[in-house]
């Protein structure tokens, strides 16, 4: 199998893999209220910083560099990995820690490969400079581009985005981990 067939069944597979990963916290899980409220506080930091994101994320349409994208080129990722940390919190298990480092390990390196050279042919001038300015993952403290006044936050960009999904999934992982955290 060539790198870029590899590549293509990572990036498709990344979302299914996160579900795999949910269902085997949810069985390996042991929940306290401790856990749960630490999770959830957590939990709420990588959904604001992925809500924050989409509001203005305008898919392959613009460069996005307004917004989070100003202190990180991939704030939804950024997002991803503060409620992978959530998780094993809340889940209070060894063995999550295992799951998320695996999950994340194996699909966010590839993910977010593939994204910066999707970018790259999408917008190659503009990407070049935002790239040489604004880190790739983990962010700065200060704004690394400057703002676009052109460019604000749209709650039709967050629908746009599907992003609702990803609160509602953690809503219902929550659920659950509370659910088992009584009944058993």
Known sequence: MSELRFTDLLCKWRVRGGLVSAILAIIFARPTVCSLIGGAGIAAIGITIRIWACGYLRK?????TSGPYRFTRNPLYLGSLILGISTVVACNSWWVFAIFTANFLIFYPVVIRAEKERMSQFFPEEYREYSKKVPLFFPSLK??????PINSFSW??????????????TAIFYICLIIKMIVF
């Open 156 to 169: 039709t960009f967050y629908k746009q985005n599907r992003e609702n999904r990803a609160l509602i999934g």
């Open 60 to 64: 392959e349409k613009e460069l996005t």
């Open 143 to 148: 704004p690394k581009f400057p703002r676009n």
